[in-house]
């Protein structure tokens, strides 16, 4: 039973060495080599560092040099399979793997008070630093524990007996015995988040690399804790989570139904499950114009995917999966993940790479469980969403949208802001990419959205003619009984038409984001590069004003103040 397949032999890697189809892997892991791992040493991690997520909120300082170790521990290893013939490549990795196991924990200390919590037992921050547990299993310490075990299994005895014993040592220590012992482990375990796929699907493929025997006594607990995170989409395969996380978590479901498949001669296979294809098509849906695609929750503006992981489940859906244009694809440097990158070369299909893409010139899509509205032409591409401010990295953006032109977001969503502390704490809505306020919504009376199950979206229908929702119930308003938000739709251009039942006596105005700046070219028309806004000045008056993002660079609002008595809005977007 070969687990990791072809990628076992070495006639595997002679192609992965030379055949054209791996060229940009090769060129990616090449370079990577040279940047991370030639002539450079290997940096203790620092105290000092680990800690500042504690006092200051931070978790880049400490998070960089650890993502680098295993960024430098995914190349040392590729370039050791491909070119075996030079040992410069497998000392360094044996280099790495020492460092690695020697490190006081896996877990990050963004994680430290939350992975092996409870829903009855959570760590407050100050014991979470002072009793620091070494081996807590979060998303990095499972996935360390997946890259080790398959490092292990395919450089096999080329690795000294040392290093392949502190492996199987370290693996048990950190993941299996704390597995073993906590049941469930921790919130995860019964989640429904990329963390349950990503978590459980690494150390059950870890415990099917290098503890096979416990499989069949584990495989309920695996398979419960995929059931729960398939529970998190509903059955338009929605990821609510976004592009980024689909990418993460559901490769990480495929990673581990594809190694059970095996595991078990067929007799567990995920993939006859109609929920499963379901969520397998939602990326070739998300792109909406080259790599602007939708960024609703914590998603990114620009998407990517991986060309390996599209192949297989073309391959599983031939009939249902779209094959996307390759350069909208990763070749290594976005997501230097080990067991994402094997499989990149591990599944990518010769025959697939050398086809044409699979893809029309107007696409329209609407997800009635997410209330997600896509449309796509030659001219544009559009999103806009219902939806609740109760989501899976919730933003409060019930009726946001976003209109993309020749290859870039004009009218945008931010998506995510910087991951740290404060951002997942009760300060979460005081972000300008998570409140209401860095979003195309209106502002009644001075207020912005409020998060909660309860602000959500009513009457949300979407089709071929159209978009139309009510988003009312996202605002605390006195005299705020319906916001009736609706977009048309022609071939050039999207009408967005807005109609207040507001008896108060608050101002109403409507706000649009973008990234690049506006220009007003003369009253009741707005330049945002190549796109166009014209609205009517008579009813309302603009004013243009940017804010920094928590990312760097700017956010561009405008914000049309509706005249006294005026109940309507409406703009054509071009």
Known sequence: MQLLGKAMTPEFWEEVRTKDCHRAFRKEVTEAWETLCENKSIEALRYSDYKLFWTTGDRTIYQTPVNERLSALSCACFMALLYPEEETYIVHLMDLIFAVCDQYTWCLPAHQRSAAATEENRIDPQTALDTVNETVIDLVAAETAFTLAQISVLLGDRLDPLIRNRIAVEVDRRIVEPFLKMQPYGVWESGTSNWTAVCMGSVACAIMLLRPEL???????????????????????????????????????????????????????????????????????????????????????????????????????????????????????????????????????????????????????????????????????????????????????????????????????????????????????????????????????????????????????????????????????????????????????????DEFVYTGKGSIVERLISVEEPKEAEKGIIRIAEAEIRYDPARCTLEIHSEPTSKGGDCWMMDFTLADGVRSFACEIR
């Open 215 to 497: 499989v069949n006594e584990l495989q309920p607990r695996f398979d419960r804790a995929m059931e729960g995170y398939l529970s998190g989409f509903n059955d338009d395969g929605i990821c609510l989570e976004g592009v980024g996380y689909w990418n993460y978590g559901f490769g990480f479901f495929v990673f581990y139904a594809d190694m059970i498949r095996t595991f078990t001669d067929g007799r567990t296979d995920y993939f006859k499950r109609e929920k499963v294809k379901s969520i397998a098509l939602f990326i070739q849906k998300m792109f909406l114009s080259g790599k602007a695609c939708v960024s609703f929750s914590d998603g990114e503006r620009d998407g990517t995917f991986s060309l390996g992981l599209q192949h297989y489940l073309k391959n599983e859906y031939p009939d249902d999966v779209t094959l996307l244009p390759r350069e909208l694809s990763y070749a290594y440097n976005i997501c230097r993940r080990f067991s994402a990158l094997l499989r990149l070369a591990l599944w990518l299909d010769e025959a697939l790479y050398q086809a044409p893409t699979d893809k029309t010139d107007a696409e329209v899509y609407y997800a009635p469980d997410a209330q997600w509205y896509i449309r796509k032409n030659a001219a544009y591409g559009f999103a806009a969403k219902g939806g609740c401010n109760a989501e899976m990295h919730n933003h409060n953006d019930v009726g946001s949208f976003i209109f993309a032109k020749n290859g870039r977001q004009l009218l945008a969503d931010l998506g995510s802001g910087t991951y740290t502390r404060q951002y997942f704490s009760s300060e979460r809505y005081t972000f300008l990419e998570t409140s209401s306020r860095g979003h195309s919504v209106p502002i009644i009376d001075g207020k912005y959205q409020h998060e909660g199950r309860e602000a959500a979206a009513v009457g949300t229908l979407g089709d071929e003619a159209g978009f139309v929702t009510d988003i009312a119930g996202a605002y605390d308003c006195a005299g705020l009984e319906s916001i009736r938000r609706s977009f048309a739709f022609a071939a050039e251009s999207v009408t967005l038409q």
